[in-house]
């Protein structure tokens, strides 16, 4: 056999792991008063996310660890909480790219009142999107679509991406010391309707938002854009309602 038939069989090389130390900040309401550290050393690969050190840490190690996830894949927003001092998806979250020379610190996000380990109430957070009316409101009913043109369509196309994570309202300052403020999510999705060329309820939703808890709140700190990870212009988005509120903007 040659030297080049021989180094085709060879077998593939097993991938490396690595161990990482993984701090999270634990809470359980029927055993302790204040949140705590607890320590846990994973295996992990160049592959693994920090949502598969926490299934390694649930599985292997203590099963009564808590934290919310669905897809595994970005989409659903429910895995949002604070890595390294950060708001990221833990399933966007490479291991690798963190530095493991160091423990990696994981907790809930901030300014939700916080339920068990990584878990936080989301209802305060839904109720502010709820009360910016998140839907099309349009009297007319065509036999066929509403057309849009191309620049209409792009006036909100970057605020529809947004899949309701909460990593940008709980990463505002505003928000964690006025629990009352809309924030920046729920602006993000009035946003998305207030410039739908299809929609009909602009003004109304403009007049919410100009209530002293909504958009004059925003100190445009910019941590909401820095935080989302669907890479939405949070900020902008939330400079253009305010526009629009003074007129300043068309809708
Ligand atoms: S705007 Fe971005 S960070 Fe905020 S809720 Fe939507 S996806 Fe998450
Ligand atoms: S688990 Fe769905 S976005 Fe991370």
Redesign the pocket.
Known sequence: MSDSEQSADAAPEAPKSFTVTLNVRRYDPEVDTEPHWESFDVEMYSTDRILDALHSIKWNQDGSLAFRRSCAHGIC?SD?MRINGRNRLACKTLVKDLDITKPVYVEAIKGLPLEKDLIVDMEPFFDAYREVRPFLVASDKPEKERHQTIAQREAFDDTT?????????SSCPVFWTDGQYFG??AI?NAHRFIFDSRDEDAKVRLDILNDKEGVWRCRTTFN?TE????G?Q?TKAIAEVKQATLGTRGV
């Open positions: 927003g949002a991406k947004c899949i309701l994570c909460a990593a940008c309202t920046p999510a993000v909401c935080a989302c990870p669907r939405i949070v």
